[in-house]
């Protein structure tokens, strides 16, 4: 692929490729929509400046996905979502409305790696390997993650869902 | 199960009018880091005809390399920029009062491969500012074979791309540096000064977001490089301080390298002089491809953003400030030509030991 070019064509297709999936994804980890912007402002300012060179669309995405997670990991890790406390006081555009799903509460009620896990491979598709790759862990823990996950979704809803599996 | 996740998921996306704010933001966004990160051996010049072009006399990889040349401290009134941001961890030596006005601890952080960026402080006035950041690996190491140049800075730089963007900017320039505040700890610190012009008239109460990746080292004469921590560090925190500029005296004539030239305003800070002015002749520029300046273009916008400036204190002594080293702006009217210049000291000043400042040949007294 070319590498990226300051304009708002560029600028219109990143957001309308991944906008959404860096929404979810930040949700995923944030439990929140409240920053999802400012998080898909954050990479795709960093993917229009930086030199990356993608060999498709794929390697793309996987960029996308990867710096998304580290961008969400630093806003935990740092108090972001607490420091913003002081600017809403400014202006503040309304955040997407969060999902209102008894099986999404439940998911997400698990521990951040596994919302990890199953929303990388149930929503995005991802194999393990894949996942494993994207986010710096072992397969095995990929697949402990999805394994335990599935487990504790089914204690969690008492077989509401059982029937249909995960 | 995994369908009403799915669906659920699907549920969850940003509106067409959200899309459409954020692709003009990211856009927009996008075009003033371009112009705010001029190439290292070039001025960024945007815009044609009728346009602002703008310069930065300083670009960050050049002064990583080759230092900033520093103003002559011709008093005690002046105390270094590290001295200020010393202050402000360990207060309270003398001018403490004003720092402690101008400058806010931030402490937002992100970590990355075992190295942690902290952006530590920012100074700043309205349309300029200064920034610390103190980088340094959380195993408690030091970072090893990093040694300064003659001058102290040390020979590091960001990967390119990276960014410190303030909300609601248009463009600007400044410099970067990187030195050892302390060297028996084991962080580093990088400190980025710039000045911007601002959709409306201050930053003060903007967001900045701080995007850096893969800090690098460079060798030799600056053209070789290689990485000493790879990875990501994006934060954001708010431009928050409290506004101490002082509006000079504006209206009358000055002199900009031999033309005639009015005085549209005047604002000095302890970090830095901004000004607006009309020069009464029109910018001779020249076509040119895009990309690096032509030597024609870079003289004419030197001789329109060059007004010569001096600090009269109260002392007695004077102090000549560079003016050729700011960043700046012009746009060329029917018969004459728009010219903002910002000048960001290389010390701290204090204003109450300033009598006047003399612009263009033309002395201002500070109120």
Known sequence: MEARKPSEAEAERLVETYADLILRLSYTYLKSTHDAEDICQTVLLKLMNGKQRFVGPEH??????????????????????????????????????????????????????????????????????????????????????????????????????GEQGI | MNREYNKAMDGLRFSPEAKKRMTANLAAAQEREQAARPKPDAYAVRGGKRRWRYAAA???????????????????????????????????????????????????SATSNGVTVTAEAIIGDRTNYAVVFSIAKDDGTAFEGIEPLENGVLPLGFESGSSVHIDGTMSGGGDGRFYDADPSDNAIQY????????????????????????????????????????????????????????????????????????????????????????????????DQESGRMSDHNQDEMDRFLDPSVTLNMKDGTTVEIDALRGAGGTRENTNSTSCNKSIMFDEFLNLNDVVSITIGGTELPLA
């Open chain 1, 60 to 161: 793309e995405k996987a960029w996308i996905v990867r710096t998304t997670a580290n961008a969400c990991k630093d806003a935990l890790r740092s108090g972001f979502r607490k420091r913003t406390v002081a600017l809403d006081e400014a202006p503040e555009t309304e955040a997407p409305g969060e999902p209102d799903s008894d099986v999404m509460d439940t998911v997400m009620a698990l521990p951040q790696k596994y919302r990890e896990a199953i929303y990388l491979h149930y929503y995005e598709g991802y194999s393990v390997r894949e996942i494993a790759s994207l986010t710096g862990r072992s397969e095995a823990a990929v697949s402990a993650h999805l394994s335990r996950g599935r487990g504790k979704l089914r204690t969690m809803l008492e077989g509401a869902y």
């Open chain 2, 58 to 108: 300083v670009a960050a990889a050049v002064v990583l390399v080759a230092g900033v040349g520093g103003v002559a401290s011709a008093t005690g009134n002046l105390m270094g920029m590290g001295n200020v941001f010393d202050d402000l961890f360990n207060g309270p030596p003398a001018q403490t009062e004003v720092v402690d006005k101008i400058g806010r601890p931030i402490g937002a």
């Open chain 2, 191 to 286: 400190v980025e000064r710039m000045s911007v012009t601002a959709i409306g008239s201050s930053i003060i109460g903007h967001t900045a977001r701080v995007n850096l990746s893969d800090l690098k080292m460079y060798g030799g004469d600056g053209s070789t490089s290689h990485v000493v921590a790879e990875g990501e560090w994006n934060m954001k925190f708010a431009v928050d301080y409290e506004d101490t500029s002082v509006d000079l005296p504006a209206g009358g004539a000055i002199e900009v390298s031999g033309m005639d030239a009015t005085l549209d305003s005047a604002t000095v800070s302890p970090i830095a002089l901004t000004l607006e002015y009309t020069v009464h002749e029109v910018l001779n520029w020249e």
